[in-house]
């Protein structure tokens, strides 16, 4: 019972925008949308999240649809070390687990 | 820097050991969590403590048990390990929902242990 739907894998250049899509057409009210990511052989890690407003951080940004059905996650200038496995997850404010799907695989290559 | 850190990378073990998985954390996190991640089947959480000496079953907690005398350390325990028990083991950590934080549930992770059993 998927509540996110991801590409299975995409590809990206190096130096240009990597831009995954997430479609969660089911989301509460209550959830955030959480991006994290997971390089080869590493544990996930933190990226993103945002409720409904549009956000932005060091690493990336989050574009969040005003019906709140789909989002994307936005690396400005992907290198190497971004490709990985990038997961988007609904969670509320104080669930504790983490369900991550398949994810998207990303590549970026030279 | 923040920092998760789990006492093996690869550990392998013979069906019928005991064995045990550390976790330590250096955020004075309340909550901490272990995981399996499987090729097919994602992240699954198997127990999770809100607060030390505190424990809660997660999705598939048959055939574990876990520890948690001190803040900063979880432990995860196979008393009789299996060879469906092979997988990688993540630990994480997050603060306790609810205090003011601009990272709003944000679980930290360790590097991983793959374990084997053989």
């Known amino acids: 019972d998927a509540k996110t739907t991801q590409p299975p894998s995409m590809d990206c250049a190096e130096g240009r925008a990597a831009n995954l899509p997430c479609n969660h057409s089911?989301?509460?009210?209550?959830?955030?949308v959480y991006w994290y990511r997971q390089i080869h052989s590493q544990g996930p890690q933190y990226i993103i999240h945002?409720?409904?407003n549009n956000e932005t951080n060091e690493m990336a940004s989050l574009i969040i649809t005003e019906d709140r059905k789909s989002s994307t996650l936005i690396l400005p200038h992907a290198t190497l070390r971004d490709t990985a496995v990038y997961y988007c997850?609904?969670?509320?404010?104080?669930?504790?687990?983490?369900?991550f799907g398949t994810g998207t695989r990303l590549q970026v290559t030279l | 820097d923040v920092k998760v850190t789990q006492s093996s990378r690869y550990l392998v073990k013979r069906t019928g050991e005991k064995v045990f998985l550390e976790c330590v954390q250096d955020m004075d996190h309340e909550n901490m969590f272990w995981y399996r991640q499987d090729p097919g089947l994602g992240l699954r959480l198997i127990y999770f403590s809100y607060d030390v000496k505190m424990k809660e079953k997660g999705d598939i907690p048959e055939g574990y048990s876990v520890s948690r005398e001190k803040k900063e350390r979880f432990s995860l325990i196979l008393e009789s390990a299996s060879t469906n028990q092979t997988s990688m083991y993540l630990c994480a950590s997050r603060r306790r929902p609810g205090r003011r934080t601009t990272i709003y549930n944000e679980q930290f992770f360790g590097p991983g242990t793959r374990l084997t059993v053989l």
């Open positions: 945002g409720l409904k």
């Open positions: 997850i609904l969670q509320t404010g104080t669930a504790s687990k983490l369900t």
């Open positions: 089911t989301i509460s009210g209550n959830e955030y």
